[in-house]
């Protein structure tokens, strides 16, 4: 139905809400729930079980999660952090090995939330990443 001005067609929206507000509620809810049932979904589907130790090459971060994709992405929006460079140090079957991983590369002088916060005296960008990996595992 063509409306003769913006009057109109407001007066027919504000009508139209009120004859019809508990169907136009409940359709709002039933969307918002799916939306939240997919998103669920979609993160568990993201999970294999494991946890990862990731180190964040350009922040010098390493963290521990079981869900990297979703890590990263906070990590990205929350703490506007660079994440266009992650290595993925290793899975592990328990929290106590991933734990375990992630406080000595703490104590090496990489940042993370649990660990050592200072900064490393040789960074990644002057030192060969793969050797001190190497040397760590060989620790391990």
């Given at each position: 139905m063509p409306y003769k001005n913006k009057e109109d067609r407001r007066?027919?929206?504000?009508?139209?809400?009120?004859?019809?507000?508990?169907?136009?509620?409940?359709?709002?809810?039933?969307?918002?729930?799916?939306?939240?049932?997919?998103?669920?979904?979609?993160?568990?589907?993201?999970?294999?079980?494991l946890y990862t130790v990731y180190l964040i090459v350009p922040e010098n971060y390493v963290g521990m999660t079981t869900c990297?994709?979703?890590?990263?992405?906070?990590?990205?929006?929350?703490?506007?952090?660079?994440?266009?460079?992650v290595y993925i140090i290793g899975k592990y079957k328990t929290?106590?090995?991933?734990?375990?991983?992630e406080n000595k590369y703490h104590k090496m002088g990489y940042d993370g939330a649990y660990g050592y916060n200072g900064r490393c005296k040789n960074t990644?960008?002057?030192?060969?990443?793969?050797?001190?990996?190497?040397?760590?595992?060989?620790?391990l």
């Open positions: 007066a027919n929206s504000k009508k139209y809400y009120k004859a019809n507000k508990k169907k136009i509620l409940a359709y709002h809810q039933t969307i918002k729930e799916k939306k939240a049932a997919t998103s669920k979904a979609w993160k568990e589907a993201r999970m294999d079980g990297l994709y979703q890590r990263l992405s906070d990590h990205k929006s929350k703490n506007n952090r660079d994440v266009s460079d929290k106590a090995e991933a734990r375990e991983v990644i960008a002057g030192v060969d990443f793969t050797e001190s990996l190497n040397n760590l595992n060989n620790l």
